[in-house]
């Protein structure tokens, strides 16, 4: 019998507990974000109504993952929720040596510190902000070497997150000495959440074995890359996204991970590899600020509920539904005349803050612009991903970035289809006021991953 089909894309759980929103008026949410120097990230959550900030740590666990909180086991050495989860990771990355830290940047900064330093330069499609400045804080040089077609927010290319592999091999050819791993980020947040295909990881990997280097996997969203591989790669639409993954992982000498992503936890990341010495290198680094190798930064019961998550989200329905949601998003966006990055990417809409307001020079921080202007709007908290974000060179120049964008990031199983509805009801508000914005100058800034941080004023 034939499947009928239909058009509404229906969250494939049903809502166990709730937790109130808290409604606020335009001259509160003024107030709100001017006390906070105009800086998304000092805004109280309670003064937020959809927070689309980050998909980071903020998506709704699972019933299981409640219960299995309650199989924590806090023992400082040997856990056996530690084996558990080690099991869960290596099912779909099986490296030999899986050590668990409190969060990503906590295992870029270990394996920088060992494998990176001054004169060594770093390739990767594009680093995300906290993997660019591990890098550069060990005094070593980030490159981006992701394809054209990524840094132009139109073009269509269903792999958008590949690595440019002639120019990795140029940068190996020329300076390869100093290179001491590629990194490949999938998918690639900071370039709008594209993915890379299967035959672009292939060929990295020839051309790191063609100079004998390691290749990592920045692997956060691995469960949405591989279903952009089987939806969009030829000859992948009938594998199970494990098998997928797994294929990405045998061509990978090692990952770091953020957990507060694909693998549904509030808090939680772990650095893997096959490489022993490495290995011993890394624990020696984890037992000085994360703890000791079978608990990392985490308690017990946050390992359990790690675990228990890497099996959810390899579902083929939960997976459908998430990459459909987030399209839902940014088609009505389009439909709008909202320019967006395209095509969507997997856990969040980019708007194009350069396209919208062209009037505000990049330095003047058109995406920090846009950002505000959701916010007093409706409550919406976006995330700029731009000059504000990467401006500031390690020399002290600042120079714009490649894309102005505004990140409308999707907590996993957190928000439903009205919530998004309303969204699209704000963006178009703002995009209709578009002209009358106007940019900001930053007052003060620290100095590394200042978008945290930094505050400022509009120019008026
Ligand atoms: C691609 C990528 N790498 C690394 C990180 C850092 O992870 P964490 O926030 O857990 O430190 C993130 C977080 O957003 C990310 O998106």
């Known amino acids: 019998?034939?499947?009928?089909?239909?058009?509404?894309?229906?969250?494939?759980?049903?809502?166990?507990?709730?937790?109130?929103?808290?409604?606020?008026?335009?001259?509160?949410?003024?107030?709100?974000?001017?006390?906070?120097?105009?800086?998304?990230?000092?805004?109280k959550a309670q003064d937020v109504l959809i927070d689309l900030l980050t998909d980071s740590g903020t998506g709704a666990m699972s019933r299981d993952q409640w219960a299995a909180i309650q199989h924590g086991d806090e023992s400082y050495a040997g856990s056996p929720s530690y084996f558990l989860f080690r099991d869960a990771v290596r099912n779909l990355f099986p490296f030999e040596h899986v050590i668990p830290t409190h969060q990503g940047r906590a295992a870029e900064r270990i394996?920088?510190?060992?494998?990176?330093?001054?004169?060594?330069?770093?390739?990767?499609?594009?680093?995300?902000?906290?993997?660019?400045?591990?890098?550069?804080?060990?005094?070593?040089?980030?490159v981006d070497?992701?394809?054209?077609?990524?840094?132009?927010?139109?073009?269509?290319?269903?792999?958008?997150?590949?690595m440019d592999i002639d120019a990795l091999d140029a940068l190996l050819r020329?300076?390869?000495?100093?290179?001491?791993?590629v990194f490949m980020t999938i998918t690639n947040n900071s370039g709008g959440g594209q993915p890379v295909s299967l035959?672009?990881?292939?060929?990295?990997?020839?051309?790191?074995?063609?100079?004998?280097?390691m290749l990592f996997l920045d692997a956060c969203r691995f469960a949405e890359n591989a279903w952009f591989i089987r939806e969009r790669e030829a000859g992948?639409?009938?594998?199970?996204?494990?098998?997928?993954?797994?294929?990405?992982?045998?061509l990978a000498d090692g990952m770091t991970m953020s957990a507060k992503k694909d693998p549904m936890g509030n808090i939680g990341g772990w650095l893997a590899m096959d490489d022993d010495e490495l290995a011993q290198q890394c624990r020696n680094l984890l037992i000085l600020t994360e703890g000791f190798p079978t608990y990392g930064g985490l308690a017990g019961r946050d390992?359990?509920?790690?675990?228990?998550?890497?099996?959810?989200?390899?579902?083929?329905?939960?997976?459908?539904?998430?990459?459909?949601?987030?399209?839902?998003?940014?088609?009505?966006?389009?439909?709008?005349?909202?320019?967006v990055l395209t095509p969507v990417g997997g856990h969040a809409v980019y708007l194009d803050a350069r396209a919208l307001l062209p009037h505000i020079p990049p330095l003047e921080y058109p995406g920090q612009a846009l950002a505000v202007a959701l916010y007093e709007a409706g409550g919406v908290r976006s995330c700029e991903i731009g000059s504000v974000m990467f401006g500031r060179q390690p020399d002290g120049s600042e120079?714009?970035?490649?894309?102005?964008?505004?990140?409308?990031?999707?907590?996993?199983?957190?928000?439903t289809q009205s919530h998004i509805d309303y969204v699209i009801e704000v963006c178009e508000h703002v995009a209709r006021g578009a002209e009358a914005l106007t940019g900001y100058r930053l007052v003060d800034e620290p100095p590394a991953l200042r978008h945290f941080t930094a505050t400022f004023e509009p120019i008026t």
Do not use: W
């Open 399 to 415: 120079v714009p970035a490649a894309l102005e964008l505004v990140r409308l990031a999707i907590p996993r199983r957190t928000y």
């Open 236 to 250: 992948q639409g009938e594998r199970d996204v494990v098998d997928i993954i797994r294929e990405m992982a045998s």
């Open 111 to 142: 394996i920088f510190s060992v494998l990176a330093g001054p004169g060594k330069v770093v390739p990767n499609n594009t680093h995300f902000d906290t993997t660019r400045a591990n890098v550069e804080y060990t005094g070593a040089q980030a």
């Open 199 to 213: 035959a672009n990881l292939h060929a990295v990997r020839e051309v790191c074995d063609a100079h004998s280097k």
């Open 174 to 181: 020329e300076r390869g000495d100093d290179v001491p791993v």
């Open 1 to 43: 019998m034939t499947e009928p089909t239909f058009r509404t894309i229906i969250e494939p759980f049903r809502i166990h507990s709730v937790e109130p929103l808290r409604m606020t008026t335009r001259e509160q949410r003024r107030t709100a974000v001017t006390d906070a120097g105009y800086n998304l990230f000092k805004v």
């Open 303 to 339: 390992l359990e509920a790690l675990a228990q998550g890497l099996r959810e989200v390899v579902d083929h329905d939960y997976l459908r539904y998430r990459i459909r949601s987030t399209a839902y998003l940014g088609d009505a966006l389009q439909r709008a005349g909202v320019p």
């Open 145 to 162: 070497l992701v394809i054209a077609e990524g840094r132009d927010p139109v073009a269509d290319h269903p792999f958008k997150g590949n």
